[in-house]
Structure formats: C-alpha cells, structure tokens
C-alpha cells in the first residue's frame, strides 16, 4: 500500500489529476494523487473528482485543459500562466505520460542543462557543445527558484527552428512539483516560448508528467509542437526510470553536485526548507 502524504505543502495545493482529453463522458477515470485513490468522473459536461476510498468529493477545477483537484483546503490558487492569455499562442497539452521514478525526480532532470547533448543528441544539445555555462539562482519575492542568463547552444531547439544556436533559458520552480520553461523562439527572437511541467506525485516512486506548451505559433501546427514535446520526453523516460534511488536525496552530502548543478541544489534546498518530504529522502540530522 502506498504511503499516503503529510505535507501540508502538497495537501493543501492543487495538482492535475486528469487531461481532459482522457475522460469520456460518464465512464469513470481512475487515477491516483499523493497515495490516494481517485475517481473523476465527467457527467453532462461536468467533472467531478470522489476519493475512491470514502466516496468524498474533493474541491476540483478545469484549467489548462487539465483537471485539478486538491486533497484538503487550498491554501493558494491554481498555477497562474500569462501566457495562456496570449492569442498568438498554441495552448498544446503534450500528453499525459506515466514515468516511474518520484515526481521531484522529474522536475530536477527538468531543470538539468547537462544532459542536453547526451541524452537529446542533435536536438537540444550535440558534441562539442557540452559546457554549461554559469548562470544565476535565487529566490523570488513570489517564493520561487528562478534560474537566469541560462545558455546552451542547440542544433534543433523547436520544431519551427532551421538551425543552430544559443538558446537563452529561463527556469522557475513555481511550486514543488510545477516547473516552467522559457526558452528563446527561433523566429521571434524578442519573445520566449513556455513549458510548463505539472508532475502528478501518484506516489514517492511514481509520477504522471503533464506538459502544457505555450509556443508562438508562427505557421506551426498544434500537433508540431505536440510531437516534439512528446519526442524530448521520451528520451528523458528511460533515463528517468533508471535513477537509483527512485526518491529524491535532501541530504546536501548524499550527492555530489557540480557547478552546473547550481538550480538543482537550490531546488532541493527550497523543498528542506518547505519541509517538502513526499517522493524524497530526507536530510539527515
């Protein structure tokens, strides 16, 4: 039996449960949250999310595309995104897709520039090109790891792009398991594209990524941006299912970061501090 969340961090946020792609209507959708066992159901057009265990129906939302639901009282609104507002944008859901390993295991491989010319060889990154260059971390006013001046050359860095260059990176950490991408638009150099990653903890060794684009359309179709978001994905998952351990470590001494880390040991900094434990290994005092 999976352990069930005690973080009040998590309880009390709002997490996706569900695309809205995937639900028929009146044919339950099982699924799971933080350990717990969840039905949504969509009945004339409205959705609603029952704990499988008790019956209770749990606040829920539809935002994005997605499904949210909250497991106690929300301390805070659903993630907001500007640039969901903006007409010139294709709003793209890039699947809902299944990886197990902790979701805080996803977010940090998210944030890792190094893996770019190994693990998305010709796409994000190539050889020579592997040196991350320093870049700056800090905490937001608003609470969040924001990571800038971040660059990494790459020989395909989406799908409108027609050759090789320095992409500008923006990471924010939003919320423990809510992570955003802005990266430079090769045609519209001025504005940035975003992905934003909402990982679903089902459990401390299993999650459900959920990536939401926001890519200036430019000519490109909805279905573009879906098949390359699903095409990077793919080649994190194996990479991702094989880190040992499943959980993330807390303890500053448990892995040995390298300057190019710098997001990575900020973010699981950010979780001690938050008290954040669900889907890691706590620090040990």
Same mark, same amino acid.
């Given at each position: 039996?999976?352990?069930?969340?005690?973080?009040?961090?998590?309880?009390?946020?709002?997490?996706?449960?569900?695309?809205?792609?995937?639900?028929?209507?009146?044919?339950?959708?099982? +699924?799971?949250? #933080? $350990?717990?066992?969840?039905?949504?159901?969509?009945?004339?057009?409205? &959705? %609603?999310?029952?704990?499988? /265990?008790?019956?209770?129906?749990?606040?829920?939302?539809?935002?994005?595309?997605?499904?949210?639901?909250?497991?106690?009282?929300?301390?805070?609104?659903?993630?907001?995104?500007?640039?969901?507002?903006?007409?010139?944008?294709?709003?793209?859901?890039?699947?809902?897709?299944?990886?197990?390993?902790?979701?805080?295991?996803?977010?940090?491989?998210?944030?890792?520039?190094?893996?770019?010319?190994?693990?998305? +060889?010709?796409? #994000? $990154?190539?050889?020579?090109?592997?040196?991350?260059?320093?870049?700056? &971390? %800090?905490?937001?006013?608003? /609470?969040?790891?924001?990571?800038?001046?971040?660059?990494?050359?790459?020989?395909?860095?989406?799908?409108?792009?027609?050759?090789?260059?320095?992409?500008?990176?923006?990471?924010?950490?939003?919320?423990?398991?809510?992570?955003?991408?802005?990266?430079?638009?090769?045609?519209?150099?001025?504005?940035?594209?975003?992905?934003?990653?909402?990982?679903?903890?089902?459990?401390?060794?299993?999650?459900?990524?959920?990536?939401?684009?926001?890519?200036?359309?430019?000519?490109?179709?909805?279905?573009?941006?879906?098949?390359?978001?699903?095409?990077?994905?793919?080649?994190?998952?194996?990479?991702?299912?094989?880190?040992?351990?499943?959980?993330?470590?807390?303890?500053?001494?448990?892995?040995?970061?390298?300057?190019?880390?710098?997001?990575?040991?900020?973010?699981?900094?950010?979780?001690?501090?938050?008290?954040?434990?669900?889907?890691?290994?706590?620090?040990?005092?």
């Amino acid at each position: 039996m999976a352990a069930r969340c005690v973080d009040r961090e998590l309880l009390n946020d709002w997490h996706i449960v569900a695309d809205q792609e995937s639900l028929i209507q009146d044919t339950p959708f099982p +699924t799971h949250l #933080l $350990g717990v066992d969840l039905i949504v159901r969509k009945r004339s057009g409205r &959705v %609603e999310v029952v704990r499988a /265990d008790t019956g209770a129906a749990l606040k829920s939302a539809e935002r994005y595309g997605f499904i949210w639901a909250c497991l106690d009282k929300p301390w805070r609104d659903i993630v907001y995104i500007p640039e969901a507002n903006e007409a010139d944008r294709h709003l793209v859901s890039g699947g809902s897709i299944a990886v197990k390993v902790s979701g805080l295991r996803a977010v940090e491989n998210f944030l890792d520039m190094g893996h770019f010319p190994f693990v998305h +060889t010709g796409w #994000l $990154g190539e050889e020579p090109h592997t040196e991350v260059a320093p870049y700056n &971390v %800090e905490i937001t006013a608003q /609470d969040e790891v924001l990571a800038t001046e971040c660059k990494f050359y790459q020989p395909i860095a989406s799908p409108t792009a027609r050759e090789g260059f320095v992409v500008d990176y923006v990471y924010k950490v939003i919320r423990p398991y809510t992570v955003a991408l802005y990266k430079s638009n090769p045609i519209q150099k001025h504005r940035l594209d975003v992905i934003t990653l909402f990982v679903q903890p089902v459990d401390e060794e299993n999650c459900i990524a959920h990536p939401f684009l926001c890519y200036l359309k430019d000519g490109m179709e909805a279905a573009t941006v879906r098949s390359f978001m699903q095409l990077i994905f793919a080649q994190d998952k194996p990479i991702l299912e094989n880190q040992v351990p499943k959980r993330l470590p807390l303890d500053p001494r448990a892995e040995t970061p390298i300057r190019a880390d710098a997001v990575s040991v900020s973010y699981r900094r950010w979780l001690r501090d938050r008290s954040v434990t669900y889907g890691a290994i706590p620090a040990q005092n």
